[in-house]
Structure formats: structure tokens, C-alpha cells
């Protein structure tokens, strides 16, 4: 079975902090991806991260693959209270096209 | 925006009876999936199809069944509701220039009373 572990699980920071969201597994991947959910809302792709080493930026969202594929983060300088919301990682593997999902990190950017 | 309707977006059910959601895509994508999403737990897959009439199960499939009879549409059934299923249902797509990049619809709130 694979996993993706993604801690914390939750955070609760001042706006205009710096925060970091990991995502980790045994497994490979292809291909991970970020995605940020608001209430009431489905998930919406932020990024995807294909190569081992690679990072990209999102504004002051930043997004790094692991050398080795199995693991990823996500770094937001200076959050702000826009970025609250769900945030999960998802791994997608060779053999298939379904993903597997973390189980999200709760992020509240308190005013 | 990926172009993904979910219908109804709320629905209040009793226990036993049959409920069928629908999910419909305007992008011509090739995969489809449903997921429910519940506190503690995240996204689970329910099942998901890879082209019209071909669909197989995800991890938590029991007590749900699909159809896909057209490339745009794609059907959630439980025969038999039962308040284990009172969730968060969500209908994703890919197939664009990558396969593995979802695109969620709004989202079912489902009450099984």
C-alpha cells in the first residue's frame, strides 16, 4: 500500500509568517502535485512537480521535489490571511493515472 | 476553470433508499473518478472510469455502483443508503495534456438521515 504522509496536520500562524508543509513516502512518484482547497469548495491544482530536484514558484508559494521522488514541500513566505484553506499533496505513480492522496493540512493565517 | 457540474449540490436522504449523483465534463477528458471526503480521512477514491462503459473500482467502492454511457457523463448510485455514507462526494476528471492533473468539480453534500 502506498502513503502519503503530510504533516502537520494542521497550523494556525500570525499573518506575515513564513510557514513550510511537508509531504513524505516510501514510494517513487512520477509526478507530485499540490493542491488547495477552500469551504465548500474541491480541490484546485496549484502545481505539479515532475522532476527530482525541481522547485517552482507560485507567487510566494514555493514548491520542491525531492531528488529522489519521494517527498515534497511547499514553503509561503509572508502568508497572508488569502491563504487559508486545505492544502494537499498528491503522488502519481508510472503505472496508472489515479493519484494517492495525503489526508491535507489544515492551514488558518490568523489577521 | 475545468468545465465539471455535480448535481445535486445537496441532497437529504433516509437510510434505505436509492440516490444517484451526476457528474458532467465539457472538457472532453478521458478519466473520470468520485471521491468522498470526510474529517480525518481526506480524499478516498470510490471508483473512477477510464473511457465510456469502462469503470473498475477504487479502495472504498462497497455500497456504490457507476455508469459512464457517454464521454461527458458519469453516475454515482447507492442502491441502498446508509449513514456511513453521509459525506462529501467529489468528481474529478484528467486527460488533458497531463493524465495524472486533476480537475475537481463542486462537490455533493450528501445526508443520509
Known amino acids: 500500500t502506498q502513503l502519503l504522509e503530510q504533516s502537520p496536520q494542521f497550523l494556525s500562524i500570525q499573518e506575515g509568517e513564513n510557514l513550510t508543509v511537508y509531504c513524505n513516502s516510501s514510494s517513487v512518484f512520477s509526478s507530485l502535485q499540490w493542491y488547495r482547497q477552500e469551504p465548500g469548495e474541491g480541490p484546485v491544482l496549484l502545481v505539479t512537480v515532475v522532476t527530482g530536484g525541481e522547485v517552482k514558484k507560485l507567487k510566494r508559494l514555493t514548491f520542491q521535489f525531492g531528488d529522489a521522488r519521494k517527498d515534497s514541500s511547499l514553503h509561503i513566505t509572508a502568508a497572508q490571511t488569502g491563504d487559508t484553506g486545505l492544502y494537499l499533496c498528491?503522488?502519481?505513480?508510472?503505472?496508472?493515472?489515479?493519484?494517492?492522496w495525503g489526508a491535507g493540512t489544515k492551514l488558518i493565517i490568523k489577521p | 476553470d475545468a468545465g465539471i457540474t455535480q448535481s445535486p449540490r445537496h441532497k437529504v436522504t433516509e437510510t434505505g433508499t436509492p440516490v444517484t449523483l451526476r457528474c458532467h465534463q465539457t472538457?472532453?477528458?478521458?478519466?473520470m473518478y468520485w471521491y468522498r471526503q470526510d474529517p480525518g480521512h481526506g480524499l478516498r477514491l470510490i471508483h473512477y472510469s477510464y473511457g465510456v462503459k469502462d469503470t473498475d473500482k477504487g479502495e472504498v467502492s462497497d455500497g456504490y455502483s457507476v455508469s459512464r454511457s457517454k464521454t461527458e457523463d458519469f453516475l454515482l448510485t447507492l442502491e441502498s443508503a446508509t449513514s456511513s455514507q453521509t459525506s462529501v462526494y467529489f468528481c474529478?476528471?484528467?486527460?488533458?495534456?497531463?493524465?495524472?492533473?486533476?480537475?475537481f468539480g463542486p462537490g455533493t453534500r450528501l445526508t443520509v438521515t
Open positions: 472538457e472532453n477528458h478521458r478519466y
Open positions: 498528491a503522488g502519481g505513480l508510472e503505472s496508472n493515472y489515479q493519484l494517492i
Open positions: 474529478a476528471i484528467s486527460g488533458g495534456l497531463a493524465d495524472y492533473e486533476q480537475y
